[in-house]
């Protein structure tokens, strides 16, 4: 049933109509719906599921593509092959670190307390020391200038050689200072 106004006054009608009682509607009725409970409790399951618990996928399948494409993955392979030693894969730590900046930004400590767990753990790191954090951009730091000829050069071809702008991310950097004149 449906109330409306008509003039002042309010009226009623009926929307759908299931029968009467007396019929024996009802009954077909039931019987046309226990056909389809096994749809009706996949439903009731899906009201359960909370997107808090799910994995973060599609913007870390993008940016893996987006490494390949650019020479990123190349690069950190390169570098990752100076260090032997290296008790971590670089590329995958680079890699997480990337995933909270575009999805997350979030300082390493919070990345590590509590976005390395929502990321797909296919695609990055999931058991890893905070120190692997911090050590990859010291790492990334030593070899700033060497990444970037590479980087730079990357896709190059004898016919896109000339090179007229090159832009520069400032965005992470910031200035502080204090006042001395009061």
Same mark, same amino acid.
């Given at each position: 049933? *449906?109330? %409306?106004r008509d003039q002042g006054k309010v009226?009623?009608?009926i929307l759908l109509s299931l029968g009467r009682v007396d019929d024996g509607k009802v009954e077909q009725l039931a019987e046309a719906i226990?056909?389809?409970t096994d749809k009706i409790s996949v439903?009731?399951?899906?009201?359960? =599921?909370? =997107?808090?618990?799910? %994995?973060v996928l599609g913007p870390l399948l993008v940016l893996e593509r987006l490494m390949t494409e650019l020479g990123l993955s190349g690069c950190l392979s390169i570098l990752q092959s100076k260090y032997e030693k290296l008790q971590f894969n670089l590329k995958k730590i680079i890699f997480t670190?990337?995933?909270s900046r575009f999805v997350k930004p =979030?300082?390493?400590?919070?990345?590590y307390d509590n976005w390395l767990g929502r990321m797909y753990p296919g695609?990055? *790191?999931?058991?890893?020391?905070?120190?692997?954090? %911090?050590r990859s951009l010291d790492l990334l730091s030593e070899h700033k200038e060497e990444i970037e000829r590479y980087l730079f050069s990357y896709g190059k071809n004898l016919f896109d050689i000339h090179v007229d702008v090159v832009l520069y991310d400032l965005t992470t950097l910031r200035f502080e200072s204090t006042r001395t004149d009061t």
């Open positions: 049933m *449906e109330s %409306y009226k009623q009608r226990s056909k389809h439903f009731n399951m899906a009201k359960d =599921v909370d =997107v808090n618990d799910t %994995y670190q990337l995933c =979030v300082s390493k400590l919070s990345l695609l990055v *790191e999931h058991d890893i020391a905070i120190q692997h954090l %911090y």
